[in-house]
């Protein structure tokens, strides 16, 4: 697409002007403020409604000299394009500002801005006009194929290797690498192993993972395998010896058990342990005859006492609780009677002190307003009394009074009464322990002591029977702990030797497990260093295909990290002189020149695969010098100390603007007719 003209009415600082490069390169020269980068905000203005420059809340409005809106204008762009069919296509739009008057006032009142468009000069609707402008080309592809540093300094690399991609068409698939190299071809079986299609980096994050497992479990085996020697222990015998001396010490025990069964009570022992029980027998029976001979029911009568005398007492308390109350209760209405009375007595006392001489004109009161006066408080002082007298009868009366006196007296009666029965509680006590005090005791008579004496005897009879047999059956209980604990040690022994070929044979199956691990450990690393070497040869082949496209610019399409991996990039490099020698630099290392003479290559290649070419501005073109040749149109903002309008140059045809200080009145002059005069933004 060229740009044959682009006129701006009212736009910024620009009143007027006709610019027409009828599709051909084009250079704007002036001095800074000129209105230079005005002519391409007004070309994508006119596209988008938005600045080149990014501005944000961007308005093409013209201000005055405090930075104010001018108002009452029409600001408009009109842009003729000569699309890549050779079809001509002119695209207008106008901002206008929309105003009311206010009724009854007649002041103008500011409603709001109103945008018109135009196709070949026929109105449109807006989604209308944006289609038509994105039918040849959308916003970002505007910005990458008009600004040359967009693309590699603006763009996110994200973007950039998207299109990049596209742009270059690869078609190279993970079998094309596979296939460019003999050493790389058991990755095909690999990438099948696992039962599906794995990509190669699927499978390099499989085999990694493979490996950190792998090497966990094999650091952690010989940790085990030294665990499990040092727990072998050391025995001094053989299974065949240890199993032998247990079946002697088992054939002594038994021995030795046998003999301790044989071992009886004499007679004499047993019939002293009969006599024993007999005469506990015989001190039972005397207790239980002489316990019939002096019959005792003093404990049963003491206990029946006090649970009386314990429930009185506390009855006695309730009695004096509830008395304490009413006396409580008798002082209260004591002294709200001794209140009322007083109450009644000083209202009793009121006068009437009212004047009979009128408070406003200083004369007397006729007499019925004085009588009046009088008879109201007459009135009012009698109902006073009233309620006092009612209040003294509902609270406080000398009946009330006295009722609570008779049921103090009623229950200081009660109280009397309960005091009387509690003396005669204690008193009949008193009696029981003194008679239990003289009650014969059993332990006391002389039966208890004669059969005491004969058990003692007879206690004493056993127990040095008792001593003799314990004697003989020690020893026994002594040789049989030796013998146990001797077979108890052999047993130990041979449960040592067994845990020991037990450890013995973990520790084989330890090796071997150690073994296996390394042998797949060595398998995930071959799979990593084929993916490894898959990517450095994708790498190579994707990155000649792609600079393949281009003759300076060059693409670096991945980046090596510590750990040795890599990671997806797209960054612009760009060859420059250093030091007398060529090398490649990022985009953003390079000099300005090399920069520029990049970003057009990359404008033009990618121009050739969209099919389309769009007008490229290039602001500060004072900065550069041998531009490349491309197919799109350039236009060239030049600044220029010496043009203090603007000049434009148009394949050698130098074309200006005469600009009157304060207004911009532009018209097109040949060189001989042009005048400089200054411009006032």
Known sequence: MKLLRLTLDNFRAIKHLDFEPEGNNAAVYGKNSTGKTTIYNAFTWLLFGKSATGEKNFSPKTLDHTGQEKHHLQHKVEGVFLLEDDHRLTLTRILSEKHTKKQGTGD????????????????????????TVKGICDEERLKILTMPDY???????????????????STLTDDDVIDSQECLQPLKN????????????????????????????????PIRIDEAAKAIQRVMYTR???????????QMIAGLEEERQQITIPTAAAENKILLAELQAELADARLKFSQDNPNDYGERIARQKSELSANNIELNRLMGEKTNLEHEEKRLKTEREKTAQEYERVQKEQWSGSDICPTCGQPLPIEKVEAAQKK????KSRRLEQINVHGRERCSKDMIAAVQRQIDEKQQEINEKQFTIMQNESALEVLNNALLHIPRFEDSEIFA???????????AVRSDNQDI??????????????????????RQVFVLDNNDMLHLRIQELEAQEQSISDKLEQAEYKISLCDKFIVNKIELLTRQFNSHFQNVRFKLFEQQINGGYSECCEVMVPCEQGGEQMLVPYNLANTSSKMNAGLEIIDTLGKYWGIHLPVFIDNAESYTGLPEIDSQIIQLVVSAADTVLRIEVDNAIKGCLVDKGTMVAAVYEPEQLKCVGMDF
């Open 108 to 131: 103008v009142i500011f409603k709001g801005n109103s945008t018109e468009y135009y196709i070949d000069g026929v109105p449109a609707k807006e989604k209308e006009y944006e289609a």
């Open 151 to 169: 693309f590699a300094a603006v763009l996110p690399w994200q973007k950039r290797r998207e299109i990049m991609l596209e742009a270059v068409n």
């Open 190 to 221: 690999f990438l099948l192993q696992y039962g599906t299609r794995y990509t190669v980096d699927q499978l390099l994050k499989v085999a990694k993972n493979e490996k950190q497992k792998l090497e966990k479990d094999l650091k952690d085996i």
């Open 240 to 250: 065949e010896d240890l199993e032998q001396q247990q079946e002697i010490l088992q």
């Open 377 to 380: 408080f007459n009135l009012d």
């Open 450 to 460: 004669d059969i005491q004496h004969r058990i003692a005897e007879a206690e004493a």
């Open 470 to 491: 314990a004697g003989r059956l020690e020893q026994f209980t002594i040789e049989l702990g030796k013998k146990k604990t001797a077979l108890q040690e052999l047993q």
